[in-house]
């Protein structure tokens, strides 16, 4: 058995409870918004704030996307459980690794949390992957 990618990424967000739009119209409701702009000059910048109306240019604005998985984590850590994140930044600044790393963070966590939706299969391939020996109730 393997579990594809996906599905860590899956089983990561119900963790933590946190969700991703890349929808718009979310973009206003969430707790944290990451999303590319344009200076008065035709440079992209990054943002990743809380305050969509009042960036702090010095906290929020990045020059490389590159650098904007960590700042979400980092929200994320911050207990930010909603984010509103542009389709195309996600995919450019490699989101999905930075959940993927996030699930090997708490993948002990994630094997033992009652209220996920995960199999006994699931649970025991997890358990060999990541080297948990300690036991895990059913």
Partial sequence: MEIRDERLIELVKNHLDISISHDINDF??????????STADGYSVYLCTNDNRYPSICEDVYYYNHELSEAFEQQVRWNDKTFYICEDVYEDSYMNDMLLEMFTDHAEDIIKNDELDI????????KEEYGITEEVED
Avoid at 28 to 37: A, F, G, L, Q
Avoid at 119 to 126: D, K, R
């Fill in 28 to 37: 206003d409701n969430v707790d944290c918004m990451i999303y590319e702009e």
């Fill in 119 to 126: 199999t006994l299969e699931e649970i025991n391939y997890l």
